[in-house]
């Protein structure tokens, strides 16, 4: 069974080295990237997703906000934070991110 997925981040550079590590995984099925919330929101209403890796710093919204509305939104897409700063680690455990 294979894993959709999404990449969620502003940064390019980053989207691409995601993109490079979700290709060497057989069960990983990239479906789409986006670059901020709004992209992101457009292709959830044309596709179900089984993971999102989302970036915690983006301009309008941050991940967590978005993470919190997504989870009450489609329960059953899991999140994974990509990001460099470790202040957001309770975060991410309270979203069960």
């Known amino acids: 069974m294979k894993i959709k997925c999404i990449i969620t981040d502003d940064e ?3 989207r691409k080295g995601l993109r490079g590590y979700i290709e060497k995984v057989d069960f990983l099925t990239l479906t789409g990237e986006c670059e901020d919330a709004v992209q992101l ?3 959830l209403k044309t596709q179900e997703i089984d993971l ?4 915690i710093e983006m301009p309008e919204i941050s991940g967590v906000e978005l993470a919190a ?4 939104e489609f329960p ?4 994974v934070f990509v990001t460099a700063y470790t202040g957001y680690a309770m975060d ?3 979203l069960r991110a």
């Open 12 to 14: 390019p550079i980053a």
């Open 41 to 43: 929101n457009t292709i």
């Open 52 to 55: 999102l890796f989302l970036d």
């Open 69 to 72: 509305k997504l989870k009450t």
């Open 76 to 79: 059953n897409t899991n999140i």
């Open 92 to 94: 991410a455990l309270k």
